[in-house]
């Protein structure tokens, strides 16, 4: 299992930025392939970004490809999501785990909310 702790979301308007990070408590946290993902009220959790353990390899969703840029610092075990030009269709909590996922690690997650 992989403790995984969330934070830095919050309120921001449409074209605003925010920066999340997800500290890990695994040992072996440098190795793993770390993604993002979100659950927008009434919807299904989605994919959003994910990251290979040397950061050199990335991939996004199409709905954030240019505006969210995912990155890592294996000496903090810790993995960031940088989401510019926020819109408000980006408003969902915000999780991180590994890539794919493992159902024990689901963290809290953090609320970013996308309004004027």
């Known amino acids: 299992q992989v403790q995984l702790v969330e934070s830095g979301g919050g309120l921001v308007q449409p074209g605003g930025s925010l920066r999340l990070s997800c500290t890990g408590s695994?040992?072996?946290?440098?190795?793993?392939?770390m993604g993002w993902y979100r659950q927008a009220p009434g919807k299904q959790r989605e994919f959003v970004a994910r990251i290979y353990s040397g950061g050199d390899s990335t991939h996004y969703a199409d709905s954030v490809k240019g505006r969210f840029t995912i990155s890592r610092d294996n000496a903090k075990n810790t993995v960031y999501l940088q989401m510019n030009s926020l819109k408000p269709e980006d408003t969902a909590v915000y999780y991180c785990?590994?890539?794919?996922?493992?159902?024990?690690?689901w963290g809290q997650g953090t609320q970013v909310t996308v309004s004027s």
């Open positions: 695994a040992t072996a946290f440098s190795v793993l392939i």
């Open positions: 785990n590994t890539h794919p996922p493992r159902h024990d690690s």
